[in-house]
Structures are given as C-alpha cells and as structure tokens.
C-alpha cells in the first residue's frame, strides 16, 4: 500500500503530473514485487537428507571442498545405520 499525503492542488488538477508519476511509481514497484516473487518461486527446493545412504551421497559430494563437513556427514550417516540397526534388532 502506498500512502499519498493529501494535497488539495492534486485534487483540483493543478499538479497533473503528480498523478503521472504516482501511477508509474506505483507501477514500477508493482512490477519489481513480480520479479522478486518470480525468483523466488523459480529457485530451487533443496531438501535435508533423510537416510543413511543420502547422507553418504552428501559426503561424496562436500569431500573435495569440504573435508571435514564430509567426515561430519559420514558420522551422522554410521549414527543411524547403528540407529536403524538397533531398532531392527529390538523388533526380533
């Protein structure tokens, strides 16, 4: 919402080229509002791991720039096999 002040001038026709550039203006930001919205619904979804296995996938692709995030996301990885695998143990 864009708030105008009053102007009595505006109102009788005095200042026509107020009117002009608050409907550009007013435009303008209408369409740079579309453009943010448009970048943000085209960006990517990027979504946590959710397995073991994904994990691993993550660690293969952090190793070279990241090592020891790579090592961390491996760790996490054995921490569920060992979770899943107690779990599984336990239903026997």
């Known amino acids: 919402m864009i708030m105008v002040p009053f102007h009595p001038a505006a109102q009788s026709g005095a200042m026509p080229g107020a009117r002009f550039f608050g409907n550009a203006f007013a435009a303008l930001l209408k369409g740079a509002d579309q453009a943010v919205q448009a970048i943000f619904h085209a960006a990517p ?37 060992m979770r ?9």
């Open 45 to 81: 979804v990027v979504r946590e791991p959710q397995t073991a296995g994904e994990l691993i996938e993550w660690a293969q692709a952090y190793e070279k720039s990241q090592p020891s995030y790579a090592a961390d996301l491996r760790a996490a990885a054995r921490a569920v096999q």
């Open 84 to 92: 899943d695998d107690a779990a599984s143990a336990g239903a026997r």
